[in-house]
């Protein structure tokens, strides 16, 4: 394959492979460049294509009242390889979608390496592709290499912002105490393959977790360099430790709240609940949901094991913490995430300023399909901005500019916070009068039936079939 006129993406992590997979589908060629496994990371375990290494879950799989359900819809009808992978190896877990990790990375990498219009290259790419590159996306995650890191920071004459990042621990099913533990989902929900029991949860009294919350806090954290100490963290993902430091009950109202719940030992709902979620198709492995931390290693072991349920747990994987990077993507990135100071080099997933797998997946859709436009010289806009690929892509390229706020731009998981506003229907479809809570549930559905319309004609308008 020529070098001329064709597509180079960095990275094959979930945006990676996302875009190449658009581009390629568009009948674009593209060259695809990824480091591992001759060079490691962090947190990469393989070298396999869209490989989770935080959590298996894509969160809600419910698309009229969730905007992340919303969210998945839309790639699927836009023929996202990540979405198509997703749902073959999806696990009971609740409302959520949940992958079984391995087989969801292998399916990704398999899809990929099958495609007819894409040229593989294991390779570390160390600084700014060269000029006769004149089509690149740089999909380099949350984990870009330092040299890379710092060619992008001396082109922008930005500093990079960056955030710490933490993965939780990973439980051998067999070694849980179900005389102690229980299975059921929060409300007793079902999702897709779910039973509405899909989650094992351990129950605090008040005095246990008051023990457990002082051991959090007392136990040894990891030491940071003195160049990460004032590294911020993302609030959505917050270490178990921190949350603890802000107040003794901001745990019980966060990743242990007890609420949808009842203990089926005593009937009633608990003080507090660790909930462990499904992690692999064999189900023999569980994740601590919301249990990201710093501490070490063995004051994991010491402390997890104080967790009612778990006091023989045997852990596959212990809590970990990794440093991402980020750009001020509304100052620097155009609205078809090409680069103000240097147009031939887009950039997709973590490192524009979204959050989570789901939104890094969705960027790259997005990146993979403008990308694919210019190569065949075509315009295509972006999508509208009451779709959610239009809400996402227009949060990280121009919804911090005005005010000049792009200064505290921080990273953001979709939400229906930033679609713009519709009109709540009064009445349901029976002509009866929406009232109390069912009007916030009818202003979902409206939003996301716009959004669904106005995707199909954005996808119908395109001018991007595969020659």
């Not at 959520?96 to 990790?101: H, I, N, Q, S, T």
């Not at 087989?103 to 570390?124: L, M």
């Not at 709240?257 to 709902?269: E, Q």
């Amino acid at each position: 394959m020529s070098e001329n006129n064709v597509i180079h993406i960095i990275g094959a992590g979930l945006a990676g492979s996302e875009a190449a997979w658009q581009a390629a589908e568009a009948g674009a060629r593209v060259i695809l460049h990824e480091m591992r496994p001759v060079r490691g990371t962090e947190a990469h375990q393989t070298g396999g294509f869209a490989e989770l290494v935080c959590s298996n879950s894509f969160r809600s799989d419910d698309a009229t009242q969730n905007a992340v359900g919303l969210l998945h819809e839309e790639m699927r009808r836009a023929g996202s390889v990540i979405m198509r992978e997703a749902d073959k190896s999806k696990v009971p877990a609740g409302g959520a979608l949940a992958v079984d990790r391995d087989a969801f990375s292998d399916g990704v990498t398999a899809a990929i390496e099958a495609h007819p219009n894409i040229e593989i290259r294991r390779e570390a790419i160390e600084t700014l592709p060269p000029e006769d590159w004149t089509n690149v996306i740089v999909a380099t995650g949350p984990l870009t290499a330092a040299p890379l890191a710092e060619a992008i920071r001396a082109l922008t004459g930005e500093e990079s912002l960056a955030f710490f990042d933490a993965i939780a621990p990973i439980i051998y099913k067999e070694t849980i105490d179900f005389d102690i533990a229980w299975m059921q989902s929060r409300y007793d929900k079902k999702g897709p393959g779910g039973d509405g029991a899909d989650y094992v949860n351990c129950p605090f009294d008040e005095d246990q977790y008051a023990a457990f919350l002082n051991a959090v806090l007392e136990g040894e954290k990891t030491e940071f360099k003195d160049w990460e100490k004032s590294t911020p963290y993302f609030e959505g993902c917050l270490p178990i430790e921190v949350m603890a430091e802000r107040g003794p009950d901001t745990l019980r109202y966060g990743p242990m709240k007890p609420v949808g719940l009842t203990d089926p030992r005593t009937g009633k709902r608990p003080y507090a609940v660790v909930q462990l979620r499904q992690d692999n198709a064999l189900g023999t492995l569980y994740n601590m949901v919301g249990f990201q931390t710093k501490l070490k290693y063995g004051a994991q072991t010491d402390i997890f094991r104080m967790i009612p349920g778990l006091e023989k747990a045997e852990f596959a994987r212990l809590g970990g913490i990794h440093r991402n990077t980020f750009l001020n993507s509304p100052k620097l990135l155009g609205p078809s995430l090409q680069l103000k100071a240097r147009p031939a080099l887009r950039f997709a997933g973590q490192i524009t300023g979204v959050e989570g797998y789901l939104e890094s997946a969705a960027i790259g859709l997005l990146a993979g399909r403008f990308a694919a436009a210019d190569a065949k010289g075509v315009e295509t806009p972006p999508p509208p901005a009451t779709t959610a690929l239009g809400a996402l892509i227009g949060h990280i390229t121009g919804g911090h500019v005005s005010g000049g706020q792009e200064k505290n731009f921080q990273p953001m998981n979709i939400n229906f916070g930033l679609f713009p506003e519709i009109e709540t229907p009064r009445t349901d479809s029976e002509g009866r009068r929406i009232k109390g809570k069912e009007k916030g549930f009818a202003r979902k559905r409206a939003l996301s039936a716009r959004a669904l319309a106005d995707l199909q004609s954005w996808l119908q308008n395109r001018p991007l079939a595969a020659e």
